[in-house]
């Protein structure tokens, strides 16, 4: 039996593996950093104010398929409203927030009955705040909490902490207007 040798795959090969990963991420990283694609879909979050990366006049907008495209971040917490523990999935807010070139150093937070909030854009440094898409694996209908909903952290925070996650937490979010 004659026993064929197997060369090592060669060293273009080994880079060519090496790089076509590398080039995905790089790709994907300058397509956040480009501009803001229209969305297809109904818009379903518009950022006003200080966005530095509009892509519907002086606004950033943002339909579901563009938020399930960043990085979404999976977690269960026992919120005040639940006496479970809820499981929830979406895009660090931050995250959404950096897309659109938001500067600025408070967020109003508005949703759908026009109830507001303010948050200090330092909450987005100091705390994975979550812009949820699902509940428990499902999307958020509109006639719960849907179909964005803010999340804090709230496992991390007791006494005052975790009465202003709470006062800050907005669900049926529709816009945010940076200052």
Do not use: C
């Amino acid at each position: 039996m004659v026993s064929k040798s197997v060369r090592p795959p060669g060293r273009r090969h080994a880079l060519r593996r090496l790089a076509l990963p590398l080039l995905s991420v790089l790709g994907f990283q300058e397509a956040m950093a480009g501009k803001l694609t229209e969305p297809s879909g109904p818009v379903v979050l518009t950022l006003s104010g200080r966005v530095g990366q509009p892509n519907q006049g002086a606004q950033a907008v943002f339909d579901l398929a563009m938020l399930a495209a960043f990085t979404q971040r999976r977690f269960s917490v026992k919120t005040p409203w639940d006496p479970r523990p809820v499981s929830f999935e979406g895009p660090l807010l931050r995250d959404v927030l950096k897309a659109a070139e938001a500067r600025g150093s408070r967020l109003t937070l508005a949703a759908v009955n026009d109830y507001k909030v303010e948050v200090p854009m330092e909450d987005l440094e100091h705390w994975d705040v979550v812009l949820a898409l699902k509940m428990n694996g499902q999307a958020i209908p509109t006639r719960t909490k849907g179909p964005l909903f803010v999340v804090y952290p709230f496992d991390l925070a007791q006494g005052a902490l975790l009465e202003q996650f709470r006062n800050r937490s907005i669900w049926q979010l529709v816009s945010i207007q940076i200052d």
